[in-house]
Each structure stands twice: as structure tokens, then as C-alpha cells.
T-cell receptor
Framework: RKEVEQDPGPFNVPEGATVAFNCTYS??????FFWYRQDCRKEPKLLMS???SGNEDGRFTAQLNRASQYISLLIRDSKLSDSATYLC?????????FGAGTTVTVRA | EPEVTQTPSHQVTQMGQEVILRCVPI?????FYWYRQILGQKVEFLVS????????KSEIFDDQFSVERPDGSNFTLKIRSTKLEDSAMYFC???????????FGEGSRLTVL
């Protein structure tokens, strides 16, 4: 089983819509999780850290479900600028592996 | 705001040549990483480095690859004899603590001809 698996998408949503997607992880010992966003041909940038059950930052909400070993990201009132690939990371020891990413396209 | 810087931004090389990619991590960070991303594919972990030694490496990081922290600021990735399939974007990242948030450089694009 891959360390991190994500809904690949693509999710194509209109402006103002809510979009949510999941990331499952295999290492039950992981204590911290991260969502990054990556724009085309750019470096990943941290969007949100998740250390306990969840985190909320403006229009973005991350939820952690330890029993089922997944984290989710929800984007409310989506903007055109939210179009990107969203990557999740579930660290294992010193290896921080990324999922393949979920592509979100917000259309006008 | 402190940032990770990488050089060169783009390098073109002939197959079989040695390449060194350079990174200057954020100054008070202790954990350093290299990742690569082949065009259109996922970001792949290569290696992590802490306390002047490799902490973890992936199966991609074979004998052709090496990392070094030659001084207090630079962190380098060397590819000894490049192959066509080494063409990718290479990202350096640093972190203030283990399993913490990664801060990435803008990447070095390597093209092997």
C-alpha cells in the first residue's frame, strides 16, 4: 500500500462552490499532517498543518480521521485563484512523502 | 521572510556528465531534503539529511546520487553520471524540526540530452 494516496480529481467547480477531497495514509504512527498547494511548474507551498483533529484557516478546513486514517481538505466559496494541485504529506520518520495530488480547477 | 534558494534555476547537460545542484536552506533549519518532480508526475522524495548524515533515502537515490553539506550554508545534490531519465525539476526543502513543515526552494530544472 502506498504511504499516501489521494483522490486524483480533477475537480472542476464553479466559483463560489464548495469542494472537498481526501487523502489516506498508511502509517498509523504519523502525528502530523500537511496540505500543500502546487501551482503549475512551481514549488509546493504549505497551505495548512494538521496536528490534532483538524484545522481551519479562512475558507479552508482540514479534518483528520485517525480511525480511518485519512485527512480531508474542504474549500468553501472557491475562488479562481484556488485552481491548483493540492498535495498531502503524512511524515514517516524522516521521510516526508507526498501524495500524487488532487487537481482542482475553479471556473468562472 | 527567510527563504530557501536554489541554483542553477535551469541546467542543460549531456548524458553521462556530472551535475551539482546547490541549495541554501533557511539559516536556522536543521533538516534538509531533496525531491524531484518529472514533468507531469508527482513530487518524489529523494533523501533527507540531518546532523551531517543521510537520515532516509528512497529507492530512487541510488549510487549515482550523493548529498553534501560542504559548509554551514550550502546543501548540494550531486548526480555522478546523468541519464536521460534524470531530467526533472529538483526541489530542495528545509525544516526547523523533524516531520515539520517543509519550506521549498523554487527548484532547479535539469534537462539531460
Amino acid at each position: 500500500r502506498k504511504e499516501v494516496e489521494q483522490d486524483p480529481g480533477p475537480f472542476n467547480v464553479p466559483e463560489g462552490a464548495t469542494v472537498a477531497f481526501n487523502c489516506t495514509y498508511s502509517n498509523s504512527a504519523s502525528q502530523s499532517f500537511f496540505w500543500y498547494r502546487q501551482d503549475c511548474r512551481k514549488e509546493p507551498k504549505l497551505l495548512m498543518s494538521v496536528y490534532s483533529s483538524g484545522n481551519e484557516d479562512g475558507r479552508f478546513t482540514a479534518q483528520l480521521n485517525r480511525a480511518s486514517q485519512y485527512i480531508s481538505l474542504l474549500i468553501r466559496d472557491s475562488k479562481l485563484s484556488d485552481s491548483a494541485t493540492y498535495l498531502c504529506v503524512a511524515p514517516k520518520d524522516y521521510k516526508l512523502s507526498f501524495g500524487a495530488g488532487t487537481t482542482v480547477t475553479v471556473r468562472a | 521572510e527567510p527563504e530557501v534558494t536554489q541554483t542553477p534555476s535551469h541546467q542543460v547537460t549531456q548524458m553521462g556528465q556530472e551535475v551539482i545542484l546547490r541549495c541554501v536552506p533557511i539559516s536556522n533549519h536543521l533538516y534538509f531534503y531533496w525531491y524531484r518532480q518529472i514533468l507531469g508526475q508527482k513530487v518524489e522524495f529523494l533523501v533527507s539529511f540531518y546532523n551531517n548524515e543521510i537520515s532516509e533515502k528512497s529507492e530512487i537515490f541510488d549510487d549515482q546520487f550523493s548529498v553534501e553539506r560542504p559548509d554551514g550554508s550550502n546543501f548540494t545534490l550531486k548526480i555522478r553520471s546523468t541519464k536521460l531519465e534524470d531530467s526533472a525539476m529538483y526541489f530542495c526543502a528545509s525544516s526547523g524540526f523533524a516531520t515539520g513543515e517543509l519550506f521549498f526552494g523554487e527548484g532547479s530544472r535539469l534537462t539531460v540530452l
